[in-house]
C-alpha cells in the first residue's frame, strides 16, 4: 500500500480548475495531428510509457565554488531525499526510478527498499564517488586529490576499484542493474599527467570494476571535457569514453551527458555515432550554456534537447538492441529542486513527443532528394507543436497533475518539510 | 626592522649555488641583446621595479564546486596569510603589495598595519564580497542568494553597498587606494532577471559608492561572462563594463581578469581599447583553458600573456595617464598556493620582460607597410628569447633567490608552518 | 499598377487547400490565448504590420570558401534579384523593403525605383562594399588587401569614404535613410597591426563620412569577431561598436548581426545593453552554430531569436526612441534562396509573435519575486505557443500565402528563371 | 644534377652577416644545455633529420568566401608551385616532401617526376578533391553540392569513389604511398542528412577505396568539425575518426589538422589517445584562433605545437610503430605564401627541438610523485629555451640559410617570378 506524500485531494482539486482547458486543447491539438496523418492517443500512450530516472543529489540545493545558498527543508539524508523524489513521482509520473550515490545515500539496502516501494519508487543506476575524500568512510582512508581510477599510485587505484565494487555489491541488493562511473581524474597543467600512461590506468581499474560485474549488470563511463580539472580529464570525449568501451567489452557503455561537451559540439550526432558503434548507454539530461552548467533541462536550447530525440525515435525500430537509459542530472541552485526536477522531466518527455511527430517518411524522403529545405522544415514543424496537452494528459491519466507546478505550490509540501528539516546554512560550494 | 620568514642564509646557499650558470647566461643574454640593439641591464631595471600584487585568499588551497582537498598548512587567518605573502616575496621579490578580501580578511587595521610592515610588505586594492552570505556579519543578515548591488529587493541592495563602504573605510585604514567590486548577480535562466533593470539597478548601486569614495581613491569594475551566474551576468564584458565606468565618472575604471571571456575573444585588443578609451583600470592575471578556470599564470598560453603586455608596453609611452593595477588572481588546487604565487609572478614579469625586447620602431615600420610576416616576426622573436637570466637578476639583485622555488623547498618552510597549522579536510568546495 | 511575379491564381488555389484548417487552428489558438488573457487578433494585427528588409545579394547562392555551387535560374543582375525579392514578398508580406549593396547594384537610380515600385518593393538600408577589390570600378583602383577604412595608407582610407559617400548618395536617391558598414579590416597575426592605431584611422574615416551624412541618415556599424580577418577584427565586438558610435554622435548606432560573436555570448543582453545605451540600430538575422555560418534564421536555436524579440517586445513601450532596422542577411549554399528568405522572414515574425504572448505583468511579479522557475516558465509558455496560424492569417489577410514554400513550388517560378537565365557554373570559393 | 631557383651566392653571402653571431649563440646554448645534461649537436641532429611537407597548393594566395587578394607572381601551374616549392626547401632544408591534390595538379607523372627530382624534391602524400565541382574533368560530370563520398545518390559516390582510386593510381606513379582523404560532406540544416545513414555510406565508399589501396598504402582520413557545412559533418571529430580507421582496417589511420577542433579541444590528448589506439596517422600543420583559420604554424599558439610535439617526442621510444606523416596545410592571404611556409617549417622544427629538451626522467618522476608544479615546469623550462641556433645550424649544414626569410628577400626571387607570370586580379570568395 503506497503512502504517497501528497494529498490526492489536493491534485484533484488542482486537476479540476485545469481540466476543461485540456480537454478542448487536447482535442484541438488531436485534430490537427489527425490531418497530418498522426494519432494524438498513440503519441500520448508512448509518451506514458517513457521514463527518466531522478538523482538523490538532484533534491538538495546546489552550488558553485564561489557559495552554495541553501533553500527551506533541504532533505538530510537518502529517505527524505526519496520522500521529495516520492512528490516528483506523484506529480508528474515520469519518474518512477532513483539513482543512489554512494557513499552519500549509504544506508540499510532492506530499508531503503522498504522506503522505495512505500513510495511508489524503484532504484535505477548507481552511482560511485571518487571525486571526494571520504574521511568518514574507513574503507577510503588514501585521498583523491590526484586522481583515483588513474592514480599514479597503484594503492589509491585499488581503493577506488574497491569503492566502485562496493557500490554494485549495494546496488545489487537494491535491484539495480547499472553502474555510473565518473571520475574528476586528469590535471590542471601540461605534463601534469602523463596523458597515455593514465589512461592506460584507467582502462587497467575499469577492467578490474568489469571483471566482477554481475552477468545482467552494464557499466556506463562518462566523459567531460573539463572540470574539476582544467587543463585535461582521462575521458575526455566520446572518443575516449568509446576507445574505452570497446577495450572493456560488451558490459561497457558510454553515458552522454549534455553539459560535458566543447562549445557548439553536435551532441545529437555524438549519439548517432554511439547508436551505430552499438555503446550507446544513456544519458545524464541537463542543459547548458557555457559549460557544464547542469541547468534544467530544455531551459536553455530546447531544440537542442529534440534533436537529441530525433536520434533516438530514428534509431527505434531500426537498433533493435538500443535502450538507453534516461536520468536526470542537474544542479539547482536558485529554484525549488523539486520543481525544477518536476519541470524537467516533463521537457525530457516533450522532446520525447515531439520528436514522434516528425513525419518520417516525408523526412526520409526530403533526405534522398537533397531537399535541404523542407527536411529542415520537416523536424521544425515537429518541434513547434505545442505538446503540453500530450504530456499534461500523459500525468493526468496515471494520477497526477495537470499542472504538476502549480499543484505542488498549492500542497504547501515545501513549507511542511522546512518546518520538519532544520535549515542548514552552508556556506561552502559543492553538489552535496 | 623586517623579520622575514626564510632564512637568509638559505637563500645565500641556494643562489650560491646557481651563480656562475647566471653569470655566463646573463652575458650571453647580454651580448645578443646588444646586437639586437638593447641593453639588457636597462631591460633589467624595468623589470625590477615592476610589481604585481598577491591575493590573500590566493595563499590557501582552492576547489571546486566537487571538492576541495587542501594542502598541509595552511593559513587559518589573515595574519598567517601575511606570513605565507612575506615569503612569496622575499624569495621572488615582484610582489610586495597584497590585496586583501573583505571580510575574509577582517582585522584590527593598526595590527594589520605593523604586520605588513614587520614583513615589508604593502595593501593594495581592498576587494569586497556580496557574492557568498556571511551568516556571522551582524550587518550583513540578508541573503545575497538573488544577487547583491542588483538585487531587486532595495533593502539588499543598500546591504551590499554599505558592506562596499565599510570596505573602503577599512581599505582607507590601511593605506589602500583602490576598491575592486566584483558581484555574482546574475541569472540561470532566461526571464529570472529583467537584463535591463537589473543594470540600473546596479548602476544605481554603484553610483551610491562611487559617491561616497575618498578623492585619491579610484573603484575598479570586474567583468566576467558567466559563473557562478550561467545564463546571464550583469557586467558580462567589457562594453558593459565600460558603459558602466562612463556613467560613473572619472573615479571609475575596468578590470580586465583574464579568465573571464567568451572562447576565443582576444584580450589585448580589448585591453587596447580600453586603454584609448581611457579606462584601463587593471588586470587580475592568471591563466585558463576552458573558462574562468584560475590557473596559473602563463600556464596555458604563454604568448597570450605576451601579447597582453605588449599592448601595456606600446601605450607607455603614449599614454601619460595608464597606471593600471596589476595583481594575480588564482585558484590553485593541485600545487602548493605559495609556490604557485612565486611562478606566476615570475610569469608576469617574464612577458613584461619579453614585451620590453619588442623592436617598436621595427614593428611600426613593418606594420605601415603591410608587412604581415616580418611584424609578426619581429613580436614572435621578442617573445621566444629567453628571459630567464634577467629575471633572475633582478630577484638576485633585490634580495630574492635566483631560483625561488628550489629556494624554498630547500627552507622547509611548508613543513614548519604544516607542524603549526592543524590540518582542516574540508569537503566543501568553494575558494575560502 | 503592380506587375508581381506570381499568378495570384495560383497562390489562390493553394490557399484554398489550406483554408479550412487555418480557420479551425487559428480559431482553437484563439480560445486558448484568450484563457491567457489575449486577443489573437491584436497579436495578428501587431504581426501583420512588421516587417524585415531583404538583402539583394541573398538571392544569390552563397559559397564558402572552398565553392560554390549555384543553383538554377540565378540572378544576373540588380533587376533580377528583385524580380526574386519580389516573389518572397508577394508570398510573404513580410519583407516590402529591400536592401542594396554597392558597387555590385549599381544601376540607374531613376530605373531601380521604377523597378522597385512595379513590384511593390521600398529600398532599405544601403550598403557599401570595401571588403572585395573593385577592378572594374575606376574610382577604386587601390587594393583593400590591408584594409579599407583603417587602413595605414590615407589614400586607401580616402577611397573607402568617398565610396561610402558615393553609397549615400545613389541610396538618396533612392528612398533610403540608412547606411550600413561593414569592414573586413584587421589582421591574420598579432603584430601586423597596430590594434590601437588601427582603431583610430577607423574612427576618423567614419568621422569623414558621418560628417557628410543626409540629416534624416543613420549610419549602422557592424561588429564581427573575426574573419576574414583571422587575429583581430578593427571592431571586433559591441563595445568597440559602441565605443565608436558614441564618438561619432547621435547619427551613429550600433548593428547586432546574430552571427557576429564569440561562442556562448548572450546576445539578447547585448540588444538589451544597447537600447539602454540608446545606440541600437537595428539587426542582421540569421542563424549559426559555429560562427559567421549565416543560416537561415531561426533554424539552429529558434529560442534565442525569441529571446532577441523578449527583449525588443520588453522594451517597444519603455523606449520611445527604439526604432531598430530589421534585416535578413544569409548565405544560402544548399537551398532555394527566396525559400529560405521566405521561411527566415516567417521565422523572425514568429519569434516576434511569441515574444508579443508573453505575459509581462506575470513575468516581472516573478522577477520582483525571485521567481526563477516561474519567470523562465513565463517566457516558455509563450516560446512553446504554435503561432503559426497568426503568421498565415497575416499573411492570407495581406495577399500572400498560406504556405508560401507550397504555392512557390507550385508556381513553377524556378523553373520558369532558370529557362531564361544562363546557368552559370562557378568554380569559385578563395583559395583555388 | 640539381637546378636550385636561388643563387648559392646569394644564401652564402646572406649567411656570412650572420655567421658570428650564430656561432656565439649556438656556443652559449650548447653550454646551457649541457649543464642540464643535454648535447646540443645531438639535438642538432636530430632536428636536422625531421622533415616536413609542402602542399603544392600552399604556394598560391589563399581567400575567404569573400574574397581573396591575389599577389604577385602567383604560380599558374603545377610546374610553377615546384618551383616555388623548390626555393622554400633550398633555403630551409625541411620540406624535401610536396604533397600534391588532384585534379589540381594533374600532369604527366613522368615530367612531374622529373622536374621534382631536378629541384631535389619528393612527393608526400596525395590528395583528392570532391569538395569541388569539376566541369571540366569528364570522369567527374556529377556535382558534389549535396555531398560526395557519402552523397545519397550511388552514382555520386560511385564517382567520388573512382575520382579517389585514380589519385591513387597517379600517386603510384610519383612514389607516393599514402593517400589523404578530406571531404566536405555535411549538411547546413538538422534533418537535412540522416546523420546515420550518410556516415554509413561514407563506410561504404572508404572500403571500397581501401580494398583497391596498394599494399604498401596508407590512407589518412581527415576529421574536421565544421565548414563547409555548417551544421554537421560527416566525419566530424576524432572519434568519427577513430570509428571509420577500425572499420577500415590495417591500411587506414587518422589524420589531425590542427584547425580542425572545437573550440577550447585538448589536441595534444586526442594525438596521444590516437597513439595509444595505433591510429595516428599525420598531421596536417597550421594554426588557429577562431576556428579553421589555416594561419602559418605556431603564429598564434606556440605552446600547442609544442605539447602536440612533446607527445609525439615522449611516444617516439614507447611506440615502435609510429610513424606520422608531417605536412604543412595553411592558407596564406596576407603574406607571401613562400615566406610563411618557409617560417612555419621552422615553427614545426622549433616545437620538435624544444620537445627534445624537455627532461622526460624528471617529468616522468614529478608526474608520479602528483608533483604538478614541477612537472609543468619542466616542459615550460624546454619551451621557453631559444632554440633558434639549432634550427639555424641544422639549415647552415644542410645548405640552406641561417636567415631564410632575409635570404630570400636578398634573392629577388618574388619579383623576378612577378615579371614572367602575369597577374591574376581575382574577385574570388564564394558568394559574390
Not at 557513499?103 to 531503503?112: G, I, T
Not at 547499472?178 to 605534463?191: K, P
Not at 601534469?192 to 589512461?199: E, K, M, P, T, V
Amino acid at each position: 500500500m503506497l503512502e504517497l506524500p501528497i494529498d490526492p485531494e489536493i491534485i484533484d482539486d488542482d486537476n479540476a480548475r485545469h481540466d476543461a482547458a485540456l480537454t478542448a486543447d487536447y482535442a484541438a491539438l488531436g485534430h490537427q495531428l489527425a490531418r497530418r496523418g498522426l494519432s494524438i492517443d498513440a503519441v500520448t500512450a508512448k509518451v506514458a510509457s517513457f521514463h527518466v530516472a531522478l538523482p538523490s543529489w538532484g533534491v538538495g540545493t546546489g552550488g558553485t565554488r564561489f557559495a552554495r545558498f541553501p533553500g527551506p527543508g533541504e532533505p538530510r539524508g537518502i529517505f527524505e531525499k526519496l520522500d521529495d523524489c516520492a512528490v516528483i513521482q506523484q506529480l508528474g509520473r515520469a519518474t518512477p526510478g532513483v539513482s543512489l550515490h554512494f557513499p552519500w545515500d549509504k544506508a540499510d539496502p532492506a530499508e531503503l527498499k522498504a522506503k522505495a516501494q512505500g513510495l511508489g519508487l524503484v532504484f535505477d543506476a548507481v552511482n560511485s564517488n571518487t571525486f571526494q575524500d571520504h574521511p568518514h568512510d574507513p574503507k577510503q582512508p588514501l585521498s583523491y586529490k590526484f586522481g583515483s581510477l588513474s592514480h599514479a599510485d597503484a594503492a589509491v587505484r585499488a581503493q577506488a576499484v574497491d569503492h566502485n565494487l562496493e557500490t554494485v555489491e549495494i546496488g545489487t541488493a537494491l535491484g539495480s542493474t547499472a553502474l555510473t562511473v565518473w571520475i574528476a581524474d586528469g590535471s590542471n597543467f601540461a605534463g601534469q599527467s602523463d596523458l597515455g600512461r593514465a589512461f592506460d590506468r584507467y582502462l587497467q581499474s575499469m577492467k578490474a570494476i568489469t571483471a566482477r560485474l554481475p552477468a545482467d549488470w552494464r557499466i556506463f563511463a562518462e566523459h567531460k571535457m573539463y572540470e574539476p580539472a582544467f587543463y585535461s580529464t582521462v575521458v575526455q570525449d566520446w572518443g575516449t569514453s568509446y576507445l574505452a568501451a570497446t577495450e572493456l567489452g560488451p558490459k561497457a557503455f558510454c553515458l552522454v551527458d549534455l553539459g560535458h561537451h566543447a562549445p557548439n559540439v553536435n551532441i545529437e550526432q555524438i549519439v548517432s555515432r554511439l547508436i551505430k558503434a552499438g555503446k550507446l548507454g544513456g544519458f545524464h539530461f541537463n542543459d547548458s550554456r557555457y559549460g557544464d552548467d547542469d541547468l534544467d533541462a530544455g531551459s536553455i536550447d530546447p531544440f537542442r534537447l529534440f534533436l537529441v530525440f530525433n536520434e533516438l525515435v530514428e534509431a527505434e525500430d531500426r537498433v533493435a538492441a538500443l535502450r538507453p537509459a534516461h536520468m536526470l542530472d542537474q544542479s539547482h541552485n536558485v529554484t525549488d529542486p523539486i520543481e525544477s526536477l518536476i519541470r524537467s522531466a516533463g521537457e525530457v518527455r516533450r522532446a520525447y513527443a515531439q520528436a514522434l511527430l516528425v513525419d518520417r517518411a516525408a523526412l526520409h524522403g526530403y533526405q534522398d532528394d537533397n531537399d535541404a529545405l523542407m527536411a529542415s522544415e520537416t523536424l521544425k514543424q515537429a518541434f513547434r507543436t505545442d505538446v503540453e496537452p500530450i504530456l499534461a494528459l500523459a500525468r493526468l491519466k496515471a494520477g497526477g497533475a495537470i499542472d504538476p507546478i502549480g499543484a505542488y505550490r498549492a500542497s504547501g509540501y515545501r513549507a511542511k518539510v522546512a518546518a520538519e528539516r532544520p535549515a542548514v546554512r552552508g556556506t561552502g560550494g559543492g553538489i552535496v
